[in-house]
T-cell receptor, first 112, second 111 residues
């Protein structure tokens, strides 16, 4: 298994509160990704990073921000959580662009 | 509009039967990957195909990449209960660093 750790694995939070999900890798891969998975929509890319301090938006980036201050850590922040952000969030890593990516085990977020 | 269409969306068959699921798009891919996801876990890569017309086999699973690089199929021979899961295809478009996923086929193998 690829060395990817997501935290927290499960979280329940209230609408309007900030939430940060952390992805930590031990593989020294250049690329890191945050996806969300919802019924009927599959996996949708939120943001990704192609190096330290280098990030770009995915298809569903509104309401989310990311930071990557170290190769091994990629943080996803919901500045003010909404019920529509209730989802399962997956971090993924990849060594090269256009190549295989490896997924973490997911973080289940419920916004009430 | 979904870039990738996977069909069928749901499939339930008896153990021992054969099945094929499909991944289609109007865009040309540089590469295509198939993943399997089990409940409560992240997707796990099964195979990557990069050449039009390519066929790859993984035990009872046969993956085919269309000649025009716009479609792919996954065929499972003599399905087993362990094949149950969500099968996802994902593509890289030329010049694009992002991996785009289809909505998946949820496969259930009945003992």
């Amino acid at each position: 298994d690829a060395g990817i750790t997501q935290s927290p694995r499960h979280k329940v939070t209230e609408t309007g509160t900030p939430v940060t999900l952390r992805c930590h890798q031990t593989e020294n891969h250049r690329y890191m990704y945050w996806y969300r998975q919802d019924p009927g929509h599959g996996l949708r890319l939120i943001h990704y990073s192609y190096g330290v301090k280098d990030t770009d938006k995915g298809e569903v980036s509104d309401g989310y921000s990311v930071s990557r201050s170290k190769t091994e850590d990629f943080l996803l922040t919901l500045e003010s959580a909404t019920s529509s952000q209730t989802s399962v969030y997956f971090c993924a890593i990849g060594q090269y662009s256009g190549n295989t990516i490896y997924f973490g085990e997911g973080s289940w977020l419920t916004v009430v | 509009t979904q870039l990738l269409e996977q069909s069928p969306q749901f499939l339930s068959i008896q153990e021992g039967e054969n099945l094929t699921v499909y991944c289609n798009s109007s865009s040309v891919f540089s590469s295509l990957q198939w993943y399997r996801q089990e409940p409560g876990e992240g997707p796990v890569l099964l195979v990557t195909v990069v050449t039009g017309g390519e066929v790859k086999k993984l035990k009872r699973l046969t993956f085919q990449f269309g000649d025009a690089r716009k479609d792919s199929s996954l065929h499972i021979t003599a399905a087993q209960t362990g094949d149950t899961g969500l099968y996802l295809c994902a593509v890289h478009l030329f010049g694009n660093e992002k991996l785009t996923f289809g909505t998946g086929t949820r496969l259930t193998i009945i003992p």
